[in-house]
């Protein structure tokens, strides 16, 4: 089998993930089907629903790109991780501003509005059915 680059990988997130934007029902499918579990820390969960749009496109987006590494990783020629890393540390960084920014939009009527989030992937087990 052919090893695939860095480059293949970014390319497929940038057609697959960066490009188009599926409508919103078909990201919450795909995001309840990527078994996203989010916890608040600090704060009020409530306070997503006025940005829901915008947060589950970021969920959307963040599960379609583990997905595609997931699937890739394995075919990806040694000489390329660090570029494939670099990559993903930058797309981590833009997405985590992306967050941050809808948080900062959300119109408060209180002045010290803080919501820490716990976002994680729940693991299927081997002996579970995949969606």
């Known amino acids: 089998?052919?090893?695939?680059s860095a480059l293949d990988i970014i390319?497929?997130?940038?057609t697959e993930v960066e490009q188009p934007k599926p409508a919103f029902k078909i990201m919450l499918r795909d995001i309840q089907m990527m078994r996203f579990?989010?916890?608040?820390?600090?704060?009020d969960i409530s306070s997503l629903n006025e940005m829901n749009d915008e947060v589950?496109?970021?969920?959307?987006?963040?599960?379609?790109?583990?997905?595609?590494?997931?699937?890739?990783?394995k075919d990806l020629a040694e000489d390329d991780q660090d570029?494939?890393?670099e990559y993903l540390q930058h797309m981590e960084l833009q997405t985590e501003n992306d967050l941050r920014r809808v948080l900062r939009q959300k119109p408060s009527t209180k002045t010290n509005n803080l919501l820490k989030l716990e976002v994680f992937r729940e693991l299927?087990?081997?002996?579970?059915?995949?969606?």
């Open 37 to 43: 579990k989010i916890r608040p820390i600090i704060g």
């Open 124 to 131: 299927l087990s081997d002996t579970e059915p995949k969606n």
């Open 11 to 14: 390319r497929k997130i940038v």
């Open 56 to 73: 589950i496109a970021l969920l959307w987006k963040i599960g379609r790109i583990d997905e595609i590494i997931h699937a890739s990783f």
């Open 83 to 85: 570029q494939l890393l």
């Open 1 to 4: 089998m052919r090893k695939i």
